[in-house]
């Protein structure tokens, strides 16, 4: 089964922003997530893991005259939490799901302290077959 994590961040999480940590601790977070991925590879549930630009590079767009698209910088609807990066796995079932988002979120934060960040699990939906 197919599962998306979802990295989000936001004000009040109580998690200090990462361009407030000193190098050394986003040093460790940096290798924390490799380290994840690496594992994530090694046991064959890695399909994908991006991180995102902060939301002020996000754009709205939408289909226009002519299919012609119009791309606007909101309006965003207002939101205290942002998503920040993703994985997409591919494991037996949610529970190990959930056991791989609960380590996740213990990611080294400042001063090494767990960050204890949400993250969203959601399964993967695949579309209906069609037969032909």
């Given amino acids: 089964m197919k599962y998306m994590l979802l990295m989000q961040f936001g004000s009040e999480s109580g998690i200090a922003p990462m361009d407030t940590w000193s190098p050394e601790d986003v040093k460790a977070h940096i290798e924390f997530m490799h380290d994840v991925n690496r594992g994530l590879v ?38 205290k939490e942002f998503l920040i990066g993703y994985w997409i796995i ?17 990611a080294p934060g400042l001063n090494g302290e767990p960050l204890k960040m949400p993250i969203e699990v959601r399964q993967v939906m695949a579309a209906p077959s069609q037969e032909l």
């Fill in 42 to 79: 090694e046991a064959g549930e890695l399909v994908d893991a991006q991180g995102l630009a902060m939301p002020g590079q996000a754009r709205i767009v939408r289909a226009g005259e002519g299919g012609v698209p119009v791309v606007t910088d909101g309006p965003f609807p207002e939101t």
């Fill in 90 to 106: 591919d494991c037996e079932g949610p529970e190990r799901a959930y056991e791989l988002a609960g380590h996740i979120s213990a």
